[in-house]
């Protein structure tokens, strides 16, 4: 006889606690999967920065408003980031005052290889916890996100699939 474990009640003032768990969880994992890939120089302070970078490239200013940092903890970044050759900047075309990051190819590398190690925890939540259950957690994260989005407080902060 199988004894299914009852689902674990979840105190709503502990809700924070459990966010700031997983999300210790995932970091962990995130490192681990960063190191075996080669990117053991990378922190995951720059995931902000990199997942707000546009294909067709952004300005410091903008990566900053949206990553929510100030512009000289942008700087900071942006230097490590180039240090890395993960990115690389370029004069604005039609702005002479400003300049546009773009990805480099290693840059690009390390997108793709965090989407493909991203899309295996999910294989492995949706096992764990079953396809349906995972979908509804998504659908319920994602209502989540978009709510905090509508917040005049998190306008900048938006969700982008990358």
Partial sequence: ??????PAEID???????INTWKRFFDDWAYEQ???????YFKMGYMPFIMNISKDGSTNNDVAMKAKVTKQAMSKVVKELLEHKLIKIEK???????????????????????KRCVNTLSGEYAELVGDK?????????FKIVKHHESKTHNKTLQFKNI
């Fill in 12 to 18: 709503s003032k502990n809700i924070g606690k459990l």
């Fill in 92 to 114: 604005h075309e039609t702005d002479a005052r400003a300049s546009l990051i773009f990805l480099t190819v290693k840059g690009k590398n390390l997108i793709h290889d965090t």
């Fill in 1 to 6: 006889m199988i004894i299914k474990e009852k």
């Fill in 34 to 40: 960063l190191n075996f890939h080669g990117y053991d």
């Fill in 133 to 141: 259950n995972y979908q509804i957690m998504i659908d319920s994260m």
